[in-house]
């Protein structure tokens, strides 16, 4: 009987989490089905498994534009910081795909020329659109099993906001520097505010590797970039991470994802590169919830969760990071500490570089409110720091 009560008890936790995971509604999960409260308390009883489940979520069809993923549908950050200062198209408006892309996609097998097309940079010296430095000033690369033509390339980013996320920074005009430098008061974003932040293995146009990544679950879109010299690239591009967030808590949720065969085509910044792999996840409790929704949803069964982090007072884990989105400096990223220092004085961004020992680190925990003397918060939204002067 002793061993089998700890069995039986295990058994039931087991069917509790399966439970949650299939009957979970995604029907306006983006608001919290209108219950702040009752989503985090059930937040608070398995913070991975609901991070799991919004991860489904949004990666389910777009019921308004059933070409599309529900994440696809958000506003990418550069279509809201705009490289003249000037104020975003509507929400539901997307840009103009330019038409060398859409050119050069009619000549891509599989391609289709009308479809949806990620911004994946702009590498051209002083662009305000960067698609491949990390916080770190550096850029992951693919190697390893890469094919030649893709070993060297840079993963690439992409940012987006959900519409409350758009509409408090429509409302508060700081998509702008000007908007920034006039601001009064700290920012509080609603409840209901989202972000990601995607990363991505570029394909070009090799069907052959293409393939290859589709039959790891690499899930493949469509995609350009605009290189040093001006020339765009258009082609497909593999999900390889994924960072999402939101404001169900004070401090943001904060949850990543990343494909399990990454180390196969990213690769260190050392003499002699080697396999890029997360060292700070999957953490246990990631593990215990990974299998059965990746055994759930197979669409999505190749992706991960690393982990979730959402207490100021006590974030634990202490190190959260994405192997595809902060590379080189897992052992000292903390994605709430890092953005929990988002702020600004008299124009000038709160820095978060710590220098030690002939280098920089980041912040592993939240700072005192004393070293925030004078500046107005952003909460936790660094990306505002892309918003730019209008002119």
Not at 34 to 48: A, I, L, V, Y
Not at 288 to 300: D, G
Not at 321 to 349: G, P, R, V, W
Request: with cysteine; hydrophobic share 35%.
């Amino acid at each position: 009987m002793r061993r089998t009560i700890p069995i039986v008890l295990g058994m039931l936790g087991c069917l509790a989490q399966a439970q949650a995971a299939s009957t979970f509604e995604c029907k306006d999960f983006l608001n919290f089905a209108g219950d702040r409260e009752g989503t985090f308390k059930s937040f608070q009883q398995d913070p991975d498994t609901m991070a799991w489940n919004w991860f489904v979520c949004l990666n389910k069809p777009d019921p308004s534009k059933s070409s599309q993923l529900l994440w696809e549908s958000f506003k990418p950050s550069n279509e809201v910081y705009l490289s003249n200062g000037g104020p975003p198209l509507p929400y539901n408006m997307p840009a103009n795909v330019p038409v060398e892309v859409t050119q050069a996609a009619g000549g891509i097998p599989g391609m289709d020329p009308n479809g949806l097309f990620l911004n994946l940079g702009d590498d051209r010296d002083g662009s305000t659109n960067n698609g491949i430095q990390q916080v770190d000033g550096l850029a992951l690369y693919m190697g390893n099993k890469a094919p030649p033509a893709q070993a060297g390339q840079p993963v690439r980013f992409h940012l987006l906001m959900g519409e409350q996320t758009y509409n408090y920074i429509v409302n508060q005009k700081v998509y702008n520097r000007n908007g920034l430098s006039t601001l009064t008061t700290d920012l509080v974003f609603p409840a209901t505010a989202w972000e990601l932040k995607t990363s991505w293995l570029w394909i070009g146009g090799d069907a052959t590797f293409k393939q290859q990544l589709a039959t790891q679950g690499y899930y493949i879109a469509q995609g350009f970039y605009i290189d040093k010299m001006g020339n765009y690239h258009t082609g497909f591009a593999g999900l390889s991470g994924m960072h999402v967030i939101n404001k169900l808590t004070e401090g943001w949720v904060w949850t990543t994802f990343e494909n399990r065969h990454n180390p196969d085509y990213t690769v260190t910044n050392q003499p002699k590169p080697q396999p890029m792999t997360n060292t700070t996840g999957p953490t246990e409790a990631a593990q215990k919830v990974n299998p059965q929704f990746q055994q759930q949803n197979p669409t999505l069964a190749s992706y991960e969760l690393i982990g979730v982090q959402y207490n100021p007072d006590n974030p634990e884990p202490k190190l959260l990071a994405n192997s595809q989105l902060e590379s080189a400096f897992q052992s000292s990223s903390s994605c709430l500490a890092c953005h929990n220092t988002a702020a600004i004085k008299k124009n000038t961004f709160f820095d978060f570089a710590i220098p030690q020992n002939d280098g920089i680190v980041y912040p592993t925990a939240v700072l005192p409110p004393s070293d925030f003397d004078g500046y107005h918060k952003l909460d936790y939204v660094w990306s505002l720091k892309r918003a730019q002067w209008q002119r």
